[in-house]
């Protein structure tokens, strides 16, 4: 019972309104609660009407409305007038098939202490976390790792393999974690836990082989990606406190304000950031002029805040505490989110859009190389390998050094789409590996190998049948989507105590986007023509015409001065040498190349 309300208390700021608990002699549960439907009667958990059965959600239930009736007129008795209480009542009547029935996004736990049951299940996105640890005769879960940490029930310590994860992606890959024992619900599955057996299924996924076989005739994808989005914003407009959207200025988010818009009937709350400073670069980063552009076409209510490195380095201890885990791409989020908070509690984001619309850069880029390698056939895979040994033997300072990176990259590509794909997306690879990571930590990972990610294979499998931008897709919306954007909004949101929704991967406009055919997605060199043209009666060709940009820092400056005291404190030769997991002479050398230009910021930032 202690345990339990320490990890509660750990998750105030996600729940700041409520608290609630339950005991027994087999569980102790709780949540804290952000109160957004059904302000008055809505307290965790909820029991059904015998008091067998106990639920605790975080999330929303969209499509409640109707649920709520049908259960209603099968005879089930509701305590709440909330959204979630249909998952008790689904579950009295199709077990673990509930969550089948649920449009929504959430993460949530039922105790069935009939049958000694504990079943948790995450939404279809991933939107809502879920983490647990499996220890002797107990079982440990919650929404984020600190109330697992709180809950001092088990000792944390760092999972040295995620460090190598990390370190080329930029996050961590689920189901692990940052935390040894520690790991992550996957999207789309639910696990059961019966007498300490646990088991784990997957109840949804999109299907792009049958979605291939399935597609819509080019002249009706836009009318029906039209409806579909319109359908996703509307549902998740239902709020009973204030609510806004996140403004970038983008396609994404400019079409959610846009629909908000023409839905609502008083003006939508808007936010986003301006960066200040002189330097010319500022201009590419800074997307505030055209979100002002779409905020002043809906008549909407706009908020801009200005965000300087110091301002950055001030938030940043709070916002590393609030990610849980490392991430390459939170603190703006972080920002926003903060912004937000100020006047509203639930806001939309665009999140999600580059990876159901092929908006990304790699997505072109992955095209053009499966091209190349169709082209290159007659080079055998153990072609291939030999002439990789070969050029690794060349100096990297030679002259035909600078090619050796791309021809090695090129002939390891050969293997599969899954190399093709990790060489596309990593920060750093097998090479690197044996430079960047102290001697001691290569000696106690060698078996982990350099920059392994086991679930790229599974997902990779999946698709490899399918065309090369719905193979881009969904090993996107399946690793660097859910690892690093998806998770990192809700950690950073939640902790302003701010709920953010997500349209763009709505589960039935995911699978409607896979019946797209992929080059209506990417229509030549255009990215997401097919939300473009959804979404041009209503935003202006300034917007619907722009490139893709991304809702990114200029960290490259800030980390050169307001920053730089960050950067030389963590990465200094004594801290470095205090944490044994890097190379010092390595990382200094990178740290340098960074100053003068030669390496990315990202690398360093990482």
């Known amino acids: ?100 029935y649920l449009d929504g996004m959430f ?19 991933g939107v809502k976390p879920l983490y647990y ?42 189901p692990m974690t940052i935390f040894q024992q520690v790991r992550s619900l996957l999207p789309g599955h639910f696990l059961v836990s019966v007498n300490e057996q646990i088991t784990l299924k997957e109840y949804w996924d999109v299907d792009f082989e049958k979605s291939e076989t399935e597609l819509l005739p080019p002249e009706d994808a836009i009318e029906v990606v039209r409806e579909k989005l319109t359908q996703s914003v509307s549902k998740r407009l239902m709020s009973d406190v204030p609510l806004g959207a996140f403004l970038s200025g983008g396609i994404d988010s400019s079409a959610i304000v846009g629909i908000m818009g023409t839905l609502l009937d008083k003006p939508v709350k808007t936010f986003s950031i301006r960066f200040s400073g002189s330097a010319s670069m500022y201009e590419w980063f ?42 390459g791409d939170a603190i703006q989020y972080y920002m926003v989110s903060q912004c937000a908070a100020d006047e509203v509690t639930v806001a939309l984001s665009g999140t999600g859009g580059d990876e159901v619309f092929a908006g ?88 982990f190998g350099p920059f392994w990610e086991p679930q790229i294979d599974t997902y990779c499998n999946r698709v490899k049948d399918v065309h090369p931008v719905n193979r881009m897709s969904y090993v996107q919306l399946k690793s660097d989507m859910v690892n690093l954007l998806v998770r990192d909004q809700d950690a950073v949101s939640m902790a302003h105590s701010l709920e953010v929704r997500l349209p763009m991967i709505d589960y039935r406009l995911v699978e409607t986007a896979a019946r797209v055919p992929p080059d209506y997605k990417l229509f030549g060199n255009r990215e997401k023509h097919v939300l473009r043209e959804a979404v041009s009666h209503i935003l202006p060709e300034v917007i619907t015409g722009r490139k893709k940009k991304g809702f990114i820092f200029p960290m490259d400056d800030w980390m050169r001065n307001e920053l730089k005291p960050v950067v030389e404190s963590c990465l200094s030769k004594g801290s470095l040498e205090k944490r044994g997991l890097f190379n010092v002479e390595a990382v200094t050398w990178l740290k340098d190349q960074f100053y003068s230009g030669k390496q990315p910021f990202f690398k360093v930032w990482n």
């Open 360 to 447: 990304y850069e790699w997505f072109k880029e992955i095209s053009k190389i499966e091209k190349i390698h169709r082209l290159t056939g007659f080079l055998s895979d153990d072609m291939a390998i030999m002439l990789n040994r070969k050029l690794g033997k060349v100096k990297r300072s030679s002259e035909l050094g600078r090619l050796r990176s791309r021809l090695r990259s090129f002939l390891a590509g050969k293997k599969s789409f899954r190399n093709r794909y990790l060489l596309n997306r990593r920060l750093y690879f097998g090479d690197d590996y044996y430079y960047l990571f102290s001697p001691d930590l290569i000696a106690r990972t060698v078996d």
């Open 107 to 125: 993460a949530f736990a039922v105790w069935d202490s009939s049958n000694n049951r504990l079943m948790l299940a995450r939404d279809r996105l």
């Open 286 to 327: 800074d997307d505030a002029s055209f979100a002002v552009k779409v905020a002043n076409a809906f008549g909407a209510e706009h908020t801009e805040l200005t965000v300087t490195g110091r301002e950055v380095a001030d938030n940043l201890l709070r916002a590393v505490w609030a990610m849980d885990q490392p991430s």
């Open 1 to 100: 019972h202690h345990a339990v309300r320490r990890m509660t208390d750990a998750l105030l700021h996600r729940g700041p309104d409520e608290s609630g608990h339950y005991c027994d002699e087999s569980i102790a549960i709780g949540q804290r609660r952000l109160s957004i439907i059904d302000l008055n009667s809505g307290r965790q958990p909820i029991p059904n009407e015998d008091g067998s059965i106990q639920l605790i959600c975080n999330g929303e239930i969209y499509n409640y409305g109707s649920l709520r009736k049908t259960l209603e007129d099968r005879g089930h008795r509701f305590v709440t007038q909330g959204d979630v209480e249909v998952i008790l009542h689904l579950y009295e009547e199709y077990g673990t098939d509930c969550v089948k």
């Open 133 to 174: 640890v499996k220890a002797p005769n107990k079982l440990i879960f919650a929404s984020e790792i600190k109330a697992i940490q709180a809950s001092g029930v088990i000792p944390i310590h760092l999972e040295e393999s995620s460090v190598v994860s990390f370190t080329a992606f930029p996050a961590v890959p689920g």
